[in-house]
């Protein structure tokens, strides 16, 4: 079946510091790729997406590229800020079917002035 | 922007009650979909709903569940007899047409179970 796996929290990292949070999957199909956000006591937003190989999402700073052949998602941003602190989730979505969300663990990011 | 909403954000219950969490997805979407997140854990699919049926449903979703679109814009899941494992927060999204990739998730609801 389709899985997500992303890297073990918590990451703590310093204001301006550069953040991955590492992502692979495997998927039955040709997936869409996804990276939501849930902020303390909030739901999820989407941050960002790739429907193809080689595509870039971005959002608020924050990138990751649709690697295939190493099936990885990176997310990446240059200099986080304290209000990125918040728990980032890769998900993927096969299209096709009813294309239900397949979802990593969740990484715990924060960020200290 | 459009976006999903869900009622009530907070419900607490005794073990053995019914509840009823209620979302309104988009307006012009047509897949809807249910998710759940216990304390600390991954967000989890539950069930799929499309064309007023159940499209695809995951092993957490057994007979204690259901869902129901009543009146053409809210979408309904109902746990008949709640167990403390069902504790969690339980996302609704939505996605528009069949090319659409993207699901929208509403708030939460985040259901206790004493």
């Known amino acids: 079946g389709d899985s997500v796996t992303q890297m073990e929290g918590p990451v703590t990292l310093s204001e301006e510091a550069f953040l991955t949070i590492n992502c692979t999957y495997t998927?039955?199909?040709?997936?869409?790729l996804f990276w939501y956000v849930q902020y303390p006591g909030e739901g999820l937003q989407l941050l960002l997406k790739?429907?193809?190989?080689?595509d870039k999402g971005s959002n608020k700073g924050f990138e990751a590229t649709y690697r295939k052949e190493t099936t990885s998602f990176h997310l990446e941003k240059g200099s986080v800020q304290v209000s990125d602190s918040a728990v980032y989730f890769c998900?993927?979505?096969?299209?096709?079917?009813?294309?239900?969300?397949?979802f990593g663990t969740g990484t715990k990011l924060q960020v200290i002035p | 922007e459009p976006e999903v909403t869900q009622t009530p954000s907070h419900q607490v219950t005794q073990m053995g009650q019914e509840v009823i969490l209620r979302c309104v997805p988009i307006?012009?979407?047509?897949?809807f979909y249910w998710y759940r997140q216990i304390l600390g854990q991954k967000v989890e699919f539950l069930v799929s709903?499309?064309?007023?049926?159940?499209?695809?449903k995951s092993e957490i979703f057994d007979d204690q569940f259901s869902v129901e679109r009543p009146d053409g814009s809210n979408f309904t899941l109902k746990i008949r007899s709640t167990k403390l494992e069902d504790s969690a927060m339980y996302f609704c999204?939505?996605?528009?047409?069949?090319?659409?990739?993207?699901?929208?998730f509403g708030p939460g609801t985040r259901l206790l179970v004493l």
């Open positions: 790739a429907t193809k190989a080689d």
């Open positions: 709903f499309y064309n007023n049926e159940i499209s695809e």
């Open positions: 998900a993927l979505s096969v299209l096709g079917g009813y294309q239900k969300v397949t």
């Open positions: 998927a039955t199909g040709y997936p869409s």
């Open positions: 999204a939505s996605r528009g047409l069949a090319g659409e990739e993207t699901q929208y």
């Open positions: 307006s012009n979407h047509l897949y």
